[in-house]
């Protein structure tokens, strides 16, 4: 079993930066995919970024530019710094981490900018 932690959520303002943190422990294999995903209300949940644990990543078009993901592989965490927020970021932020057909998810994190 997997278990995925975030941290860093919070509020702040448009134009602000905020870092998310997740930890994943458990039965994690070396070939994986680790990711941030969200969902605001009303919305399907929207992949934000992800890193493989070979170093590639991938990334909204809407968050170009403006947030990195980057991984430790030795400590198992993976981390979204998030700079120039806009207030339509807003959303729930999960924490997710595959592996062939599995899937895994965190608690989520409340990440709200406001105007």
């Known amino acids: 079993q997997v278990q995925l932690v975030e941290s860093g959520g919070g509020l702040v303002q448009a134009g602000g930066s905020l870092r998310l943190s997740c930890l994943a422990s458990g039965s994690i294999f070396r070939s994986n995919i680790l990711g941030w995903y969200r969902q605001s209300p009303g919305k399907q949940r929207e992949l934000v970024a992800s890193v493989t644990n070979g170093g590639f990543e991938n990334y909204a078009d809407s968050v170009k530019g403006r947030f990195t993901i980057s991984r430790d592989n030795a400590k198992n965490t993976v981390s979204l710094q998030m700079n120039s927020l806009k207030p339509e970021d807003t959303a729930v932020y999960y924490c997710?981490?595959?592996?062939?057909?599995?899937?895994?998810w965190g608690q989520g994190t409340q990440v709200t900018v406001s105007p």
């Open positions: 997710n981490l595959k592996w062939g057909s599995s899937s895994y």
